[in-house]
């Protein structure tokens, strides 16, 4: 249920109407907007839907990014609003962002860039962490593993394809970011799925599609359609990369601490825990999320005043 009559209402205000011409005619470099907390997803949501313009609303914390997000999207329509999470941890820390993180922000990628099923978002809602860190060129043009039932394709190439995209393969499906095979079914936890799928084939043919609880590895509920994995890094170990790993390996093996080690598995095809932190001389280039958005695209800070 959405509700466009409020913010049509909210928009007919003289000082709002104002705001909003200036945005349609980009009369302004910049405008300051004062309004009460509660009022503001109203104003964005005016600013949606009333000019032509994307809208890239930048908050302060998490937790004002998905509620903001979940308001919106009860004012707009949730297919019009995105939320694009930033990385749980530092630029610099040897650890990786959780998978379900990866698989949000790749799906915004790929709906900004038109690559997906859902159309481009109208408003980008971005804690300013996720604004600020460089991420790797052309994320939007991963695409994902899409299966569909009735459809014809060969396990082993589709087990290839997922270790591509970073799944680890495993006996038992317990976590994001795993698959397993056995004989003729395919178990498999998308990044963006509440629950596993466990895909049967006949022959070749995907037979059936289906959620699995992890509990007890049963499945319920109806047949799905079909399953859509998106990739669980950022940071895919390609033969160029691979090849960059393992000339870095040779010239930081002088180097104290493990950064040579880190490079050599890397060249050796392996998915290295926090080596998202060494994209910038792995890859030709790093952008911002900024980069990706329209070039008329209206950047909205919500500052809170105290």
């Known amino acids: 249920m959405t509700f466009p009559g409020l913010v049509d209402l909210v928009a007919a205000d003289p000082v709002v109407a104002s705001a909003l011409d200036d945005a349609r005619q980009a009369r302004l470099p910049a405008l300051d907007l004062t309004a009460p907390e509660s009022l503001r997803p109203f104003l964005v949501a005016a600013l949606a839907t009333h000019t032509a313009r994307t809208v890239l609303l930048v908050t302060s914390t998490y937790r004002e990014a998905e509620a903001l997000t979940t308001t919106l999207g009860s004012l707009i329509g ?177 180097v104290p601490g493990n950064l040579s080690e880190l490079f050599e598995r890397i060249s050796q095809g392996h998915a290295v825990d926090g080596m998202e932190a060494l994209s910038p001389v792995l890859v030709d280039a790093l952008e911002l999320l900024i980069d990706v958005l329209p070039a008329d695209t209206q950047v909205l800070l919500s500052l809170i005043h105290i």
């Open 78 to 254: 949730e297919e019009r609003v995105a939320y694009y999470p930033a990385w749980e941890t530092l630029p610099h820390e040897r650890l990786s962002p959780r998978s379900d993180t990866v698989g949000r922000r790749l799906q915004v990628l790929r709906r900004l860039k038109g690559n997906d099923a859902l159309p481009a978002p109208r408003v980008v809602v971005a804690p300013v962490r996720s604004v600020l860190q460089p991420q790797v060129v052309g994320l939007g043009d991963l695409l994902p593993v899409t299966l569909r039932a009735g459809e014809d394709t060969d396990l082993a190439d589709l087990a290839r394809a997922l270790v591509d995209a970073a799944y680890v393969r495993v006996d038992l499906v317990e976590r994001r970011g795993e698959f397993a095979v056995r004989g003729g079914i395919l178990d498999v936890f998308p990044p963006t799925e509440e629950h596993p799928v466990r895909i049967d084939f006949f022959g070749d043919t995907v037979d059936e599609i289906r959620s699995f609880a992890v509990a007890d590895q049963r499945s319920f509920g109806e047949p799905l359609a079909e399953v859509t994995a998106s990739p669980c890094r950022e940071l895919l170990i390609t033969d160029e990369v691979r090849r960059r790993a393992a000339v870095l390996a040779d010239q930081t093996s002088s």
